[in-house]
């Protein structure tokens, strides 16, 4: 995945990734194409990663993060529970599991804490725990030029099957429901949790859990977008402005 690509995106999606401290509410389609993509995660014998999600069906990627040297971190909804699969670029491996009938469109906070050899996942108020050795290398997962993808993977234009760490991941059924408040400790002298910046997406949803079908206020072409703060327009394939992309060049004289 090139650094144009990343940089070039960026500039796209800025509208709706400059919230302060928080991610903005994703509504993901779970078609072909739906992802967001958001900026790496370090993981280290002390780091977390966090985030809310609500889904009406049982089954969905909610994130993979590539690492180098074969390591990855897989988090699916799968028959209805949180799974967790992980691999060191050492080699060890933790797969753990928790939480049932989670598709029941309600908000659920899933949490993935690595706190020396104790890895846990915790869904709402069950978890489990297992054993994960770092070993000796303080930066065990080092990202492979890779983004935090949540909801799904980027399409094989941006994306080479044969460079990810589990290119099964690709054939993930696509996450469909709505994530938010993704949060990181990232792995760093002082721990900090920091919200990650949104960098690219496909596939937000718009229907269902939407407050652009009753607050859609875009005119012109603008595309309504959802976000923690209300539905947002974004004119940037218009030629007009404003809040609700209504303002054209004209209007603008005076
Ligand atoms: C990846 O493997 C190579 C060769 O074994 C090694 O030199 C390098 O340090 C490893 N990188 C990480 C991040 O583990
Ligand atoms: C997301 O974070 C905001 C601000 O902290 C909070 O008000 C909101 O309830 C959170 N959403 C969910 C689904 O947890
Ligand atoms: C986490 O750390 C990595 C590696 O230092 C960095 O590339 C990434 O931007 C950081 N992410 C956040 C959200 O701070
Ligand atoms: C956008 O639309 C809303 C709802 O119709 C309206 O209240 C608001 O004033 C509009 N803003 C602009 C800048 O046109």
Not at 23 to 45: I, R
Not at 112 to 138: E, R
Not at 142 to 163: A, D, H, Q, R, T
Request: a negative charge.
């Amino acid at each position: 995945m090139g650094t144009c690509w990343v940089l070039c995106t960026l500039l796209l999606v800025c509208g709706i990734s400059c919230i302060n401290g928080e991610t903005p509410l994703l509504s993901l389609q779970g078609t072909a194409n739906s992802y967001a993509a958001f900026s790496s995660l370090s993981v280290c014998p002390n780091s977390q990663l966090t985030l809310n999600f609500k889904s009406h069906l049982p089954n969905g990627l909610l994130a993979y993060m590539d690492y180098e040297n074969n390591s990855f971190i897989q988090l699916k909804l799968e028959g209805g529970a949180v799974k967790l699969r992980v691999r060191l670029s050492n080699g060890n491996t933790l797969k753990l599991s928790t939480g049932e009938n989670l598709h029941d469109w309600r908000w659920h906070k899933v949490s993935i804490s690595w706190s020396q050899k104790v890895t846990q996942l915790k869904v709402d108020n069950s978890f489990q725990t297992g054993s994960l050795d770092f070993g000796s290398t303080p930066d065990a997962m080092v990202p492979s030029n890779s983004l935090l993808y949540v909801g799904g993977l980027p399409n094989l234009k941006v994306l080479i099957l044969e460079e990810l760490s589990l290119p099964t991941v690709y054939y993930e059924p696509r996450f469909s429901g709505a994530i938010v408040n993704i949060s990181y400790i990232n792995c760093s002298s002082t721990p900090t949790i920091t919200a990650p910046e949104l960098l690219s997406y496909d596939g937000l949803r718009t229907s269902e859990d939407n407050q652009c079908t009753d607050e859609n206020t875009c005119e012109n072409g603008g595309r309504c977008l959802n976000t923690n703060n209300g539905p947002y327009c974004d004119c940037k394939y218009t030629s007009y402005g404003g809040a609700n992309c209504s303002v054209g060049e004209c209007d603008q004289i005076f």
